[in-house]
Every structure is written in C-alpha cells, then in structure tokens.
C-alpha cells in the first residue's frame, strides 16, 4: 500500500521529525537495501554504522539519532515496534479466504463457520469446532472435539490432536505439533508402563507458535499457554507445563513435565527447564543456560559457557574437572599460610 | 468405565487398605482437582502438600503414606504403575478403526491386513506390509518396503521412509520422521560428497517415538531400537545408532551416529551423545550433559551447569576462561610456600 | 550393479593395488559384516580392528593400511571419499519419476516442467515453478511464487512457504520448514507485536537440509544458504542468518537471527550461535558450544563440558558457582606470601 509520509508517522504513532509529509512510501527496507520510496528504521544500535549512507526515504528512529539522520525522520521512542506497525501498513497480509477445498477431509459431526477456510488436504476429525476467519493451510489435521478460536491461522501441516483449545488470533507454523501423548511413563521391573496422557491443551488468545514445536497434553489437567505467549521453532513443551501470559521463548527451548514458568518472561534459544519447577515473573534466562530449581525473583539468570579456542578450552576445562581437588588445595594453602604466621608470631 | 474399587484395587495389583469396596470409581483426577468418584494417586513427594485436603473418592499410594489419606486407600509399593494401570482401565483408549479411507493412496503391490486401519491421506508405497490392528492416523507416509508390526499406532503425519522395519504394539508420534538419509559426507577438496545410505531402521516391539523426533537410516548396517525403548520429542538420532531394551530418553537429545546405548539407561533431556562411542546398561545421565566418552560402568554422570544470577555467573565465567591459568597460580603458590618453609628450616 | 574390480578402482580414482582386476563387485558392506562380492572401506581408524579377519572382496583403504588388508586393496588417499563414489556406482538411487500424481493439488498459474514429479497429495500454491527432474514425494506443500531448481529432491511432508527459491539438485529431507516467519518481535508496553516478515530464503545449488530442520525467512533481506551447504537433522535456522558455501552443520544446532556463518566451516551437534555475529571462514565449533562473540580467526573452538560420575560433577560444579571467591582467595594468598617475605626480609 502506498502511504504519504505524513499519513505513516501518523498511524504508527510517531513524530515527523523531518522531511516532505508527502513524500510518498511504497515500501519497507534495510537502512543498507533501502530506496527512493522505501522507509527503514534503526532499532539495534549495532547497524548504526549503515544509517549515515542509507537511501531510504525516511528512517523510523530514536529521537536522540534523529540528528545523525541524513532522511527523512519518524521519531519514536520505540521504533521497533513503530516500524511493526510500519511494515503491517505498508505490505499488509494476504487477504483471509473462505470455504472448504474440495480435497479437504471433513468428518460428519464438525462445525465450520462459513467464514473460515479450510486449505487442500486437511483432516478434520468429528466434533472439532473451527470459528470464523480461521485460516487452514494445506495438510493441516485437527483432531476430535479440538476448538480453533476466531481468526487463528494454522500453516502448513499442523497437527493439533484431539480435544485441544486454540484461543482466537493464534498463529502455528508448520508442522508444529500440539496435543501429542505427554512422557509419561512408570517403571515395574525395569520395564516402562505408560501412563495415560487424559489431559488436554489450551492456548490463550494472541499466541504464536513455531514450525516444528511440539507441545503435549497434560496427564490429568491441561498444559496452558496464557494469552500473548511467543514460542520460536522447535520448542518442546512437556505435559502440564504452565507458561504465563506474555512470556518469548527462543528457539531449541526444552521444558519438562510440569514446569510453571511466569508472566513477562524471556527465555533465551537452547535452555534447558528442569521440571516440577516454577520461575516467577519477569525472568530472563539466557541462551543454553539450564534451570534446575524454581526462580522466585525477577532478574536475568545465565549458565551458559561460551566457546574458546579449543586448546584453552581443553586446559580449563583438564582443571574443572578437578576444581574440588583445586579449591582443597587453596583451604590447604590458607591453613599453611596461617599456621607459618602463627610460628612467626612465636 | 465405572468399576468399584474393589474390583479396581484388585484389576490393578494394589490393596484396598481403607474405604468401601463397593464405592463406585468414574474417573481419574489429580490430588488437588479430585472429586466424587474420581481416584487419584501420590508418588513424587512434592505434591503430597495436597492429599491431606483432597476430595477424591480413592488414592492409590505407598503404605507409607497411607496414614495421612483423608479417603479410601489402594496401597502399593509402586503407586505410580498401579495408577497408570488404574487410568487405563478407567478411561479406555478409543477403539481401533479398521479399514482404507477413500482419500488414502495406496501404490500396488502392498500388503495391508484387513484389521489395519490406513486413514485419510495417508500414502503407502508399493511393497509396505500393514500388519492387523495397524492404526494410521492421517497424513501418514509409508515408503517402498516398509513392515508396520501389529497393533503399531501412527499418528497424524508421521513419515517412514523406505525399507523401514517397525514391531508390533510400536506408537509414533505426529511429525516423527524415521528412515531419512544420515548425514554421511566425505570431504574432498573442501566440498562434500554424499556417502550413500544404504543401510535402514530396525525399530523392536512396544517402543515409542514422541513427535517430530527424527531417526536416520544406518550408513550400511541399521539404526536399531531395541523393544521397550522410550523416545520422547524432538530427539534425534543418527545413522547407525544402536539403543538398547526398555532406555528411555528425554526430549531434544541429539545422538550422534554409531553411538551404542545400553539397556535400561535414562537419558535426561537436552542431553547429547558424541558418535562411535558405547554407553553400557544401566546409566543415567542427567540433563544438558555432554557424553563425550564411553561410559563402561554403570551410575550415574553429569555435566549439567545450573544458571546462577547472571551478574554472579559473569563474575565466574571470567574465572573459568582462566582456570588453567589460576590453577598454575595455586602450584605456584604451594612451591613458594614449601620453599619459604625450607628456608626457615635452614 | 555388478563392476568388475578393475573397472571400480578406475571409475572411483582409486589405485587397485592387490587382488584380481576381474573380481565381481556387487555390494557394499562394513568390514566387520562383508563377505564375497562385496567392497568395503576402512577411513576411521577405530574400524581398523575390524580389517585383519575381513570377509570382503575388497576394502577401500589408505597406502598405509594396504599391508595389514588380507583382502584385494583400492588404495586412495581419501577412502572415505573413494568409497562414497564407488556405493553411489554399485547401489544407484531409484530412477527419477515424471508426471503429477492424480491426488495431487496443483493451483492456477503454477509453471511445472514436464520432466519433474509430483507426488501423491503435494500441494503446489500458485505462481510456484518446479523445474526440470524435481522430484517432489508425497504431501509436500509448495507455498506461493516458490521456485524449485532442476533435479532437487524434496522428501515426503516437506513445507516451502510463499517465495522461497531453492537452486539445482537439492536435497530436502522430510518433515524440513523452509520460509516460516521469523521471530520477530516488538516489545511495547509488555507485549508483543509481530514484526512483519517480508524477506524470504535462498537456497544456493547442490544444498542439503536435514528431515525437520527449520529455516524463517529474513525479515528484510533474505536467509541465505551458499551453495553446497550441508544441514543435517533439526537445525534452527532464524531469520537473516546467512550460511557460508560448503560448511556442514550437525544436527540440534539453533542459529539465532542475523548471525553469519563463514565458507567451509564445521559446526557441531548441539551448538548454539548467537544472533547479530560473524563467523569468518573454515572455524571448527565442536558440540554443544555456545559461540556468544565473532569468531575471527579460522581454528577449532569449544565450550562443551563433558559428563563426569555425577558426585564429582557435583563437587566440581559447587566450586564452580563460587569460582570468583576462589580466585579472590589466591589472589589474597598471592599477597599474603608476598608480604610475608617482605617481612622475612626486614
């Protein structure tokens, strides 16, 4: 869509701090990509570097770089978020379409609204309720008795077992897998019994869920996702899991059976979450970091080791394996030290 | 199903310590949700904050416990099996389907038995024998070749490529993917040429395999799942892997090719397993670890690091990327002390 | 099919060294289960064991393992690289197929070359090109203006989303995401909003891309995998990330956004790569590594903690979160043996 400058800052909520309110803007680019008609914006202070030279008509930025701007400038206080709404004015989503493919699998006893769309190939089992403007892409199975709230859009070949509950505006990206039988199991004689999964999933309103995450029922009660919650690909979710409203979780995130994590979280790619755990509101953990005891105060939280050049790496980590032998070393050497003091001192 | 709980203490192996026998038994619920005719159960001891006040009409738990249940008791020493036993007597899973759905594609030369069930949209190659009892939710894919043993369960989306061999009573789960290529490359000249993969996937009776979890074809020789093996989600497993009876592993562990896992080991989530090396029977490792060497002796090994405040963390990861260099420091130290003793002998 | 010895050793750039030039070859097979007629190889040295009571008819080997061959020798200097010819020669993958199976969905305004194939339940969007000898198996989705270059292989249940171009002979394993949104998020207020992501991905010629892995689209550019690229099973691959010719990623790998890996390198399984860096060509990152800076030197670089019995773990990660006060303890010992001395030598 094309959009005078002016008209933009306004939309988005941001000030003209410089430049023609009717310049014209058709597209959205990289402050190093960006052309005539193009607006841009510069949120991470590393790409800084590019905005000296950028081509952009208009760059969406912080006011204090408004003067390092050689464009036109919308000011805002948070430009990311500015340029969100930006870019979803500018290349607005494909429209939602309607109807059921002709390929589609619909088995007797589900309630489509006329307003959603079933895609090419999809599966949808009896008893299953799909709401209004629900968008389901090709290859997408929806078990018995599921409910997919208003407007949730599921991508291609998601796999919601039955019995499952979408809230309204929920996105899933492919091959995510929402529902399957938790890791339930009990030992007798060495041997696993499994424990029936009797429990279900429920995802709030406005959840986003990544491609290839997998996010199973509950034993007995339900594994819940609060409204607002963004999970990256390739998560898993444990049966009974809790993850509070609002809550990011990166990429590779594995958490187990049980665990209660808070609102306002972020979780950073590859951590590791113990489970029958919980972590409080407003905790970041950061990347690789494992959490094996509850959280109880907000706060940033790390284990993560980064990488050295292996021949270091290898010498530190020769003496982490025996840092109790080191560390009884150092109380030895404290001792020493102390007696020699005290045969001085006689 | 309802049953009394006489019949139900006896069907599950447990002993009706306190409570009526004829009480009547409709459901199952946790300790803090339990209601009217529902049993519960307790075995992590976490949760016993809530038997004291549950509602439930019945708890299956340790002798040891028994004393504080405000309900009618079914004690055993393994509550958690007996329970499990319990769940699946009292909530029955679905009965199996039995025949082809009109929209499933079926290549000559197949061999499906009539008691399978082949549902919407799946895809089965020429040569793949469906064994009775087989269930194949939709959207499955059996490639050329391939045995599914009886009563096998596939859910919706799973793939099997070529030439795969799964035993009976197996559960796969959505989006698992088993009998891909394994990542076999020779480097020449620094570019890579694909080693055929011409081994498959030998998967025992009575395993299971959690969702979207991956295992790839042997090189020349099988991947092998011994029976009883428990695979969670997201784990992958390389070419030429060899995991023993009744191991169970958690979600998201990687395990690298020709890596040999004993028999009732527990692999804890998010773990990984370096190739070529041997893990014997009975081991445990705990999550976030690096198994980077054979394990010949039973026990169970770690590595683990917890997260720590991040201020905290930083502080002791600037010490670790030292540790060579502090561990010098404290020989260095001890020398100067056994030499300024010297002295003082002198 | 059946090669004479003489004719293997010349088709795959080996020397036949010992053994009959007329000796027919007709499988593949690991030395410890070969037996006559067919050829194995010996490349990792731990194998080696295996070599002296070989059944083979031949085994692909170093000079320098010749001697200790009781069998015909191919003696190359690259016998990994030798054999993986030579199985590729004796075991060929099955014929290409053409056409467009009756089941599948082929939008309006889709361009798919006569020479390829589309398999039973592929769903091809609009405005999708598929070139020449594609093969495409079952339940594969192709989204919106995506193109596929000649003689790629896409796996069963394989996702492309809209405008994703992937080059020449490509491999595709199944269940792979290919152009899912990105994890872009704008934080205003606590929650979310969804950065729109307009870029796509570019997947260079001769590529491989492992059964469930993931790869978003960029946000503004494009994600960009370099010709040659190997990805093995269940990587994440985040938006903007941009991957080197010829480097080869093991499974479990997450990559966070903007990140940007070198030509020719090797990433381990399990790594975590931090968003918004640079790894320069031909860099070494062995499993489970976090590489949290730029990487600017080629080398081999580690962080990976290798499992311990887990008491002594234990004790070693006890002195590791108070790592900092150890080395202020040394540091204080430092100081107090050196007044110490001071003090001898008044």
Redesign the interface.
Known sequence: MVLTLGRLAEQVGGELQKGDPDCRITA???LQ?AGTGDVSFL??S?YKKYLYTTRASAVILSPENSADCPTAVIASS?P??C???A??LI?P?PAPKQGV?S?A?IEDGCDIDAGAWI???C?IESGAVIHAGVQL???C?I?KGSVIGAGSHL???V?I?HDVSIGKRV?I???A?LG??G??????A???????Q?GSVVVGDDV?I???T?I?RGA??DTVLEE?V?L???I?V?HNVHIGA?T?I???V?I?GSARIGK?CMIG??V?I?G?LEITDRV??????????S?TEP????????????V?????????????R??R??QS??R??SD??K??DC
């Open positions: 959205v680019a990289t990509n949120s991470n590393g948070n990311y978020a340029y969100a709404r870019a979803a290349v989503p493919h390929s699998v895609g090419p190939n599966i892409e090709g290859g199975f078990g991508y291609a070949n796999v077992c996105s990206y492919p091959g897998v399957s039988d890791f339930g199991l009990a030992n007798e060495g041997k696993w019994i499994n424990v029936p009797l986003e990544g491609a290839n997998t199973d007995l009660d607002g963004r990256d690909n390739q898993q444990a609002h990011a990166a990429g590779c594995g187990s306002y790619g590859g590791g113990v029958h970041v953990v950061t990347g690789m970091s494992l959490v094996s005891k959280i706060g940033v939280y790390s284990s993560g080791v980064p990488a050295q050049d292996n270091t790496w290898n010498k530190n980590y020769a003496r982490l394996r025996q840092l109790d080191l560390a070393k150092v050497l404290e020493r030290l020699s003091r045969q001085d």
